[in-house]
């Protein structure tokens, strides 16, 4: 029996299950459980999950509003850690003197 064939019979024995309320309902701990085990199961396949992650990288970073955003905020993160911001500011804004006493920027 090929793949379509099968779909359709097992839709059809659903919906008769369901017309004589005798199909299966899932309470939201089986159902997390299911996809608790199911992501498991997925996770195991290194590559995939990696395939998945640079397809969503990607279309992440396609959006340049949004990567924008998270520039914006990831900003406000580090300018609140003064200790940081010093020593950044410190390195961009030092000047070396050269043996000749001329400065240059570092």
């Keep these: ?17 369901h017309e004589k309320g005798v199909a299966h309902t899932w309470t ?10 199911a992501g498991v199961i997925v996770s195991r396949d290194r590559e995939y999950m990696a395939r998945i992650g640079r397809k ?11 990567m924008a955003d998270i520039g914006r905020l990831g900003g406000h993160a580090v300018a609140r850690d003064r200790e940081h911001m010093t020593k ?8 070396k003197a050269t043996p000749q006493g001329e400065e240059t920027p570092a």
């Excluded at 029996?1 to 299950?17: E, I, V």
């Design 1 to 17: 029996m090929d793949q379509a064939t099968q779909r359709a019979l097992a839709s059809k024995g659903g919906k008769a299950a």
């Design 28 to 37: 939201p701990e089986e159902a997390r459980d299911a996809a608790r085990a």
């Design 56 to 66: 969503g990288g990607l279309a992440v970073s396609a959006n340049r509003e949004h």
């Design 88 to 95: 950044i500011g410190r390195k961009g804004g030092l000047r």
